[in-house]
């Protein structure tokens, strides 16, 4: 279904032909009641709280990226990732993003600070939206609910002006 969007300076914007233009990924590590969040330290987003991931490399997958990329910030290895959304963001002064995101419920190693992100064990009733990108709080509940989704959304600078979630399935990986 075609959706119209005012987007700088755009009268519509159509999903029909939309492509991101990076390719990224996400991972939460959700266990005993906890999620397992980061305060990014640099990058799109610095400041921001959110999930440990990045863009993926020429040749990788989502998920080998999605497992490097929480080694690299967290120094932990996620064990069983399972790919639980796709999020289409469409930008005003960023390139599209088209973001695979996994969770997982055990890993191997100790969350510790790196040049890129801080670690945060948040109980799942106390995840800071107001930390985070306007949209988690729209598809991250229902992620964390056991839902697997398709998350479309357009921002003009940090603000959303408009979201669609549905419901999707994933292969493994």
């Given at each position: 279904m075609a959706l119209a969007h005012k987007?700088?300076?755009?009268?519509?914007?159509?999903?029909?032909?939309?492509?991101?233009?990076i390719p990224a990924t996400l991972m939460f590590v959700v266990r005993d009641g906890e999620i397992l969040l980061i305060e990014k330290k640099r990058g799109h987003g610095q400041g921001?709280?959110?999930?440990?991931?990045?863009k993926i490399d020429v040749g990788e997958s989502a998920l080998d990226c999605a497992v490097r990329e929480t080694r690299e910030e967290l120094l932990i290895s996620v064990r069983?990732?399972?790919?639980?959304?796709?999020?289409w963001f469409q930008m005003s002064d960023y390139p599209s993003l088209l973001c695979h995101v996994f969770v997982a419920e055990d890993f191997d190693g100790e969350p510790t600070?790196?040049?890129?992100?801080?670690?945060?064990?948040?109980?799942?009733?106390?995840?800071?939206?107001?930390?985070?990108?306007?949209?988690?709080?729209?598809?991250?509940?229902?992620v964390l609910a056991g839902e697997s989704?398709?998350?479309k959304f357009v921002f003009e600078g940090e603000e959303m002006l408009s979201k669609e979630i549905s419901a999707a399935s994933w292969a493994e990986g």
């Open positions: 987007i700088a300076g755009v009268k519509t914007f159509d999903w029909t032909d939309w492509k991101g233009e921001k709280v959110n999930g440990p991931g990045g069983k990732p399972r790919k639980v959304a796709e999020l600070e790196t040049e890129e992100a801080v670690p945060l064990w948040v109980p799942l009733d106390e995840i800071p939206y107001d930390r985070m990108w306007e949209d988690d709080r729209h598809w991250l509940p229902l989704l398709l998350g």
